[in-house]
């Protein structure tokens, strides 16, 4: 008779666990469509640029730094836009995967090696990522970037430098494995 009731445990709780989550979906997407209409209003952003799931979020404390976006563009879920240490340029036509971390500032690691109490922050620079280029997920932009048009950045890859246009990069500190023209 025990060993009957513990089978239905699992059960019991997806039954009710299911549509507690449907709920806090629903309440969870109401808030980030409010967040998402926020920065249209307060960066030049593109009616077509379209927020992909949620948590996505742009970092502008204390800067007057600015983020703007091109038409049919869109971001992933979980992603995060840093405008501390500079503009962030997101060009027409950009596909850009969950998980994409744009760093325009840092600690300044000279501060760190030297131990000291107090780290100050490294400024490194605009972002600008030009026309029809797509990045897979998980990529980091570190500042002071320029992601030329029709390039392709592969998922799990970290950008320290610029990347030409018409180029497929994968990997840290950018391997180009093809120059497409």
């Known amino acids: 008779m025990k060993d009957l009731v513990i089978d239905k445990i699992p059960n019991i709780v997806a039954s009710f666990c299911q549509p507690i989550q449907k709920i806090l979906f629903v309440v969870s997407s109401g808030y980030w469509k409010k967040v998402y209409q926020k920065y249209r209003e307060e960066y030049d952003i593109d009616s077509d640029f379209k927020f992909r799931g949620t948590n996505i979020i742009i970092l502008s404390e204390k800067t007057n730094h600015k983020f703007s976006s091109g038409k049919n563009s869109y971001i992933g879920e979980n992603s995060s836009i840093n405008l501390e240490g500079g503009n962030v340029t997101i060009g027409n036509n950009c596909h850009i995967g969950q998980r994409f971390k744009v760093h325009t500032s840092g600690s300044n690691t000279d501060d760190i090696i030297q131990n000291k109490d107090?780290?100050?922050?490294?400024?490194?620079?605009?972002?600008?990522?030009?026309?029809?280029?797509?990045?897979?997920?998980?990529?980091?932009?570190?500042?002071?970037?320029?992601?030329?048009?029709?390039?392709?950045?592969?998922?799990?890859?970290?950008?320290?430098?610029?990347?030409?246009?018409?180029?497929?990069?994968?990997?840290?500190n950018k391997v180009v494995k093809k120059c497409c023209f």
């Open 118 to 172: 107090i780290w100050r922050t490294k400024y490194y620079g605009d972002i600008i990522i030009e026309d029809n280029v797509w990045i897979g997920n998980d990529v980091t932009v570190l500042g002071n970037v320029k992601i030329g048009h029709n390039s392709v950045v592969g998922t799990c890859s970290v950008i320290t430098k610029n990347v030409k246009s018409n180029t497929v990069v994968v990997g840290n």
